[in-house]
């Protein structure tokens, strides 16, 4: 399966205790989101990249969130100082945008559960 | 700003009954609408998807959609459901460039053998 690769896939951590996720989307994929899901809501976006560049971040992303795609390839997300309230579920999704300005449907991964006790 | 309403939170059904999700938007441009679904225990998956041109949109299993501008609703419909439908449905709104996409609250289907 060469899908969207998340990792950890659950992930305990003490509060304010950092944490550091991965994610390697689809290979030919030159776009990467990165979304939280809370119990009972629809993903929220948070971020996305187009190759190494991060053109977009929504204002739930706080300073103690980070995201980085150094080489255009993998994503890596960080939450220092974590607080109960970032226990979710985050997701990645990849898509393929192209020259004419379509944006192919964004493929997800299984998401990685962060639980902050 | 963009946002997706979803009316129905949970729907139980039998199977071989008809189904229909709402989904409302609220989009200021050119929108693409999807729905995705999540199986228990698996990752989102793109159920069908509208961009242009017939409103009437079908998708994998089934499932169609149709996007009426005029109400700014992309409803779901399917017209007999089987017991592997059970599962949570999203609508989700983006914009031509598709830099991000807005998810609804979702639905989560229980259909009942």
């Known amino acids: 399966d060469t899908g969207v690769s998340q990792n950890p896939r659950h992930k305990i951590t003490k509060r304010g205790q950092n944490v550091t996720f991965r994610c390697d989307p689809i290979?030919?994929?030159?776009?990467l989101y990165w979304y939280r899901q809370t119990l009972g809501q629809g993903p929220e976006f948070l971020t996305y990249?187009?190759?190494?560049?991060?053109?977009?971040k929504s204002r739930l992303l706080s300073d103690r969130f980070s995201a980085e795609r150094p080489k255009g390839s993998f994503s890596t997300l960080e939450i220092q100082r974590t607080e109960q309230g970032d226990s979710a579920m985050y997701l990645c999704?990849?898509?393929?945008?192209?020259?004419?300005?379509?944006?192919?449907?964004?493929?997800f991964g299984n998401g990685t559960r962060l639980t902050v006790t | 700003a963009q946002s997706v309403s979803q009316h129905n939170h949970h729907v139980i059904l039998s199977e071989a009954a008809s189904l229909e999700l709402g989904c409302n938007y609220s989009?200021?441009?050119?929108?693409?609408l999807f729905w995705y679904v999540q199986y228990p225990g698996q990752h989102l998956q793109l159920l069908l998807k509208?961009?242009?041109?017939?409103?009437l949109v079908k998708g994998i299993k089934g499932f169609e959609a149709e996007f009426i501008k005029s109400k700014f609703s992309f409803n779901l419909r399917k017209p007999s459901v089987q017991w592997s439908d059970t599962a949570e449905y999203f609508c989700?709104?983006?914009?031509?460039?598709?830099?991000?996409?807005?998810f609804g609250g979702g639905t989560r289907l229980m259909v009942k053998p």
């Open positions: 989700a709104v983006g914009g031509n460039a598709g830099n991000m996409l807005t």
């Open positions: 290979s030919e994929h030159n776009r």
């Open positions: 989009y200021g441009g050119t929108v693409n």
């Open positions: 990249f187009q190759n190494e560049a991060q053109l977009e």
């Open positions: 509208y961009f242009s041109g017939d409103p």
């Open positions: 999704a990849s898509s393929s945008y192209g020259d004419r300005g379509y944006n192919s449907p964004l493929h």
